[in-house]
């Protein structure tokens, strides 16, 4: 079994005025709706167990899963009281996942050129995260250290840095052209130390044995506070995948795009 969870629940405001009448999951590409395109391709993949959480038109999701051929291969999360982010919505999803695999987590409203079943084999069985990463140039970065373990993230443009690491916290950080991390404070980075900094792509997989810590997180919450306030007494590391191509579907003026990306 290869479980997945589709992030669907969001309102769209970037698609407006498509999604003041419909949920962006259903926004059509080449004449197929988000939420189908993933699907297909997850199932093309190997995947058979899929949790999609539902908020905005949620009846109308509901009712497209239904009548769909996949319809047997998936399960509902109800978020219609509350949006709970990416790290409320998983753990509201929790009992809905098999206990044993791995859980890929994707956005309905992304498109990729990553080939899942690559994705799943790498994550090994002593990793509880794995983060689908890339060298693409942004504002912010999570930072790595040699051996791909995730040690924190930083805005490059207002200094900001989250990590559990205080000598991390207090570096003062900045990245070079290689994406190597540079401290340029008072508080170096420890001689044994090297960090590179790259760009997530919002594709990971999960370890359900990780459900557990959530239970002291409240209700909502985003997913990389959890990564980030675990990942020194967890195995969470990163996958980089150096030809990734996204594309982010959630904008009007991409969507025709789109049509030429799955092309």
């Excluded at 949790?51 to 497209?64: L, M, P, R, T, Y």
């Excluded at 509201?92 to 498109?111: G, M, Q, R, T, Y």
């Amino acid at each position: 079994m290869k479980q997945a969870m589709i992030f669907a629940a969001g309102l769209g405001t970037r698609l407006k005025p498509l999604t003041d009448h419909m949920p962006k999951a259903l926004v059509e590409v080449g004449g197929k709706p988000l939420l189908d395109i993933v699907i297909d391709k997850l199932r093309e993949q190997g995947y058979d167990r899929f949790v999609v959480n539902v908020h905005h038109f949620a009846d109308q999701i509901e009712e497209h899963v239904a009548a769909a051929e996949y319809a047997p291969l998936v399960r509902i999360s109800d978020e219609r009281d509350e949006l709970l982010e990416t790290g409320g919505g998983l753990k509201k999803a929790a009992s809905l996942f098999a206990d044993e695999e791995p859980i890929l987590i994707h956005n309905v409203d992304i498109l990729s050129n990553v080939d899942f079943g690559w994705f799943s084999r790498q994550h090994l069985p002593d990793e509880d995260a794995v983060l689908l990463v890339s060298r693409r140039k942004t504002k912010r970065y999570l930072l790595f250290d040699n051996a791909m373990r995730l040690m924190g993230w930083t805005n490059i443009e207002t200094g900001e840095v989250k990590s559990p690491f205080p000598w991390l916290r207090e570096a003062g950080i900045t990245i070079d052209d290689q994406l190597q991390v540079i401290s340029h404070t008072s508080h170096p980075l420890p001689l044994t130390t090297q960090l590179y900094a790259f760009a997530f792509s919002g594709i990971h997989s999960f370890s359900p044995r990780l459900f557990p810590l959530m239970e002291r997180f409240p209700d909502r919450f985003p997913i990389m506070d959890f990564y980030l306030s675990t990942c020194h007494r967890r195995h969470i590391v990163g996958c980089l995948k150096e030809d990734l191509r996204l594309l982010d579907v959630g904008k009007l003026d991409t969507l025709s795009e789109a049509e030429k990306f799955l092309k």
